[in-house]
């Protein structure tokens, strides 16, 4: 979410799938049909790009809004497992841990989402207080606001996603 708000390039957006999502993500249980050409055959000006990247930001503040009321978050998190867009995995010690799925053709707010999801499936109880700095949409998952020091944005830019005004504040985003 972070630098959304400020404008991202298609460098940037591919910075991001590459470097910060693509290692997050577990592989495919299987294999996808190939019914588009690759994404170097196709052409997306910076205007296609931007909007994308907009639509995955007005999709991840909806889901925050919702995964921060438990009632809601729950049959999100179990479509999501059941779906493929998020799976199961043991790490190193046995226990279970979520991770979002590397699959070629997810769109973009799905892959963002995946990652929200599988955070919260994680670790639920960081979502009981999540708040997001509208200038630059740093979000913060404690009661303590901690912001960068690059953005300008003071403590009253923060937007709370309680129950209510996350539910609010998605429907109007």
Same mark, same amino acid.
């Given at each position: ?5 400020? @404008? &991202? ?6 910075? &991001? ?8 993500? +577990? ?15 196709? +052409? ?24 921060? #009321?438990?009632?809601?978050? $729950? ?8 779906? @493929?867009?998020? #799976? ?8 279970? +841990?979520? $991770? ?46 901690? =912001?960068?020091? &690059?953005?300008? @944005?003071?403590?009253? =830019? ?10 609010? =504040?998605?429907?109007?985003?």
């Amino acid at each position: 979410m972070r630098g959304t708000t400020i @404008g &991202w390039s298609r460098r940037d957006l591919a910075d &991001w799938l590459v470097c910060q999502y693509a290692p997050c993500a +577990a592989p495919a249980s299987y294999q996808e049909s190939p019914d588009l050409p690759p994404a170097a055959e196709r +052409a997306l000006d910076d205007g296609i790009v931007e909007g994308i990247i907009l639509d995955a930001r007005r999709s991840a503040l909806r889901l925050l809004g919702e995964l921060v #009321v438990p009632w809601q978050a $729950s049959p999100i998190a179990r479509l999501a497992v059941a779906s @493929g867009m998020v #799976v199961s995995q043991r790490d190193a010690r046995g226990a279970v +841990a979520y $991770s979002p799925v590397k699959l070629k053709r997810l769109r973009l707010a799905d892959r963002v989402a995946s990652l929200f999801i599988a955070d919260y499936l994680n670790r639920p109880t960081d979502y009981r207080w999540l708040a997001m700095c509208r200038e630059c949409g740093e979000l913060s998952f404690s009661d303590e606001l901690e =912001h960068s020091s &690059w953005c300008a @944005g003071s403590p009253e =830019h923060w937007m709370a996603f309680t129950a209510a005004e996350a539910i609010t =504040h998605a429907a109007g985003e």
